[in-house]
């Protein structure tokens, strides 16, 4: 199957892509990504991040490809293209979102974060744990603690989310990490929930990321 | 003492406490540099990895790169390789050229022995080059060895030679490819680790095995032919 155009508008979104920028992806016909959506409420399902824009030439064409860094159940941390995703237009949908402020010295320490966590096993037992708190919820009409779950999660592995929410923090100088949260503006919650009950959704909606493209929550 | 000074004390202490089994074997690794040739041998590959040893007549079956050398003042203690695999069946769209870190072989040496080499020439630019080209390569496929191809090249030496002469190897090819991809036109034939073939069929065809026995590296880490 011959792979499809990327639109200019999306190209050039692409060619202006960063280290650290976000990309979010929305999976259609998919059965796993529309429970994912129905549970987290969100037009996205998946997130990954900007590893590298390498550039080269080769027989005098300059080539330029993003790669990715993102882990997906079954798969550990793992670098790919980006390509992977735009060329199946007609499976994936995509937006790109971007931390403002950050320096290029930020941006290399972020790179340094996906190198030294590579390989990291993807952790099904949080993605468990968040929908069984959802469902419950649901059910239950009573908001269950995220600090219950909390006492059985793992900081040394990730899903895709946590894992963004994670390089941001630790790749920014200290007095600035409380302008890399994604649930920086809501103050009634703990550092916990701040740091590892994220969804799609929450880096969609995040204040403190701008769009680059396509905007949905 | 200056930062940088610092920071190699720092790592030394570091790498001298979190030491893996195989600097424990062989002594401690060298400080990596970009391009260096990271050789591996699959002790439990199965008989699919004995015999392409006993084709290629090295003690080597696997070749990668390193890619990004530990460097903690970029936040990373690990050093990180690239190189074409095949993951397995569950990820059957994902296989191919991948970033490991190269403690995975380092911290198994009932699986894996590695060795490792270095061109000694390259200059900094041209390393940087190399990673860029291997980096763009990123998921590209990976080809699989025939079974029975490789099961008749070892039944008469004329077999072996056609095997050697039409065989391509995904992991040596990207290691090959990205060095010479990097140099400058006028200097790629001292980069070619198979001599007597054209560039094409070196490029393509070039195994393990003549990496490690290629006059163009020079080992810095458990020397194997």
């Known amino acids: 199957m011959k792979p499809a155009r990327t639109p200019e508008k999306l190209q050039q979104v692409v060619r202006n892509l960063k280290i650290g920028d976000l990309i979010l992806v929305h999976t259609k016909k998919d059965p796993i990504s529309s429970l994912i959506r129905l549970t987290t409420e969100s037009y996205w399902t998946h997130v990954a991040l900007v590893f590298d824009v390498p550039h080269t030439i080769a027989k005098g064409v300059s080539l330029d490809e993003v790669l990715i860094v993102e882990t997906a159940p079954g798969e550990p941390l793992a670098v790919h293209r980006l390509q992977h995703y735009l060329t199946q237009p007609d499976k994936y949908d995509l937006g790109f979102k971007r931390m403002p402020g950050m320096s290029d010295e930020e941006r290399e320490r972020f790179r340094g974060f996906f190198l030294e966590v590579l390989d990291t096993p993807y952790d099904l037992f949080r993605v468990f744990l968040m929908f069984a708190q959802m469902v419950y919820t649901w059910i239950a009409k009573v908001n269950v603690s995220f600090r219950a779950a909390g006492q059985m999660i793992t900081t040394r592995r990730y899903i895709c989310t946590t894992f963004a929410q994670r390089a941001y923090y630790l790749a920014v100088a200290p007095h600035k990490r409380h302008l890399v949260l994604f649930r920086g503006h809501e103050h009634d919650i703990g550092f916990l929930e701040q740091m590892e009950k994220i969804t799609p959704a929450t880096i969609a909606s995040s204040p403190n990321t701008v769009w680059l493209h396509n905007p949905h929550r | ?225």
């Open chain 2, 1 to 225: 003492m200056d930062k940088k000074s610092l920071e190699r004390k720092c790592l030394s202490i570091v790498r001298r406490r979190s030491r893996t089994d195989l600097e424990r074997k062989h002594g401690p690794l060298p400080d990596l540099r970009v391009g260096d040739i990271v050789l591996v041998r699959m002790k439990r590959g199965g008989l699919m990895r004995r015999f392409l040893r006993s084709v290629t007549g090295s003690y080597w079956d696997h070749a990668c790169l390193v890619i990004f050398p530990h460097d903690l003042s970029k936040g990373h203690k690990h050093d990180i390789i690239i190189e074409a695999l095949q993951t397995g069946l569950v990820t059957g769209l994902r296989q191919g050229v991948a970033m490991h870190l190269l403690s995975r072989y380092l911290n198994d040496p009932e699986r894996y022995d590695v060795g490792i080499c270095r061109i000694e020439w390259l200059d900094e630019i041209t390393r940087k080059k190399m990673r860029s080209y291997a980096l763009m390569n990123v998921d590209s496929p990976y080809y699989p060895l025939s079974f029975t191809k490789v099961f008749l090249a070892l039944t008469s030496p004329w077999s072996r030679q056609r095997f050697s002469y039409r065989q391509r190897f995904s992991c040596s090819r990207l290691v090959q490819k990205a060095l010479f991809e990097a140099i400058p036109e006028n200097r790629r034939h001292r980069i070619l680790f198979k001599p007597g073939y054209t560039p094409m069929q070196a490029l393509d065809t070039v195994s393990p095995g003549d990496i490690a026995r290629s006059q163009t590296v020079t080992w810095v880490w458990n020397k194997h032919l």
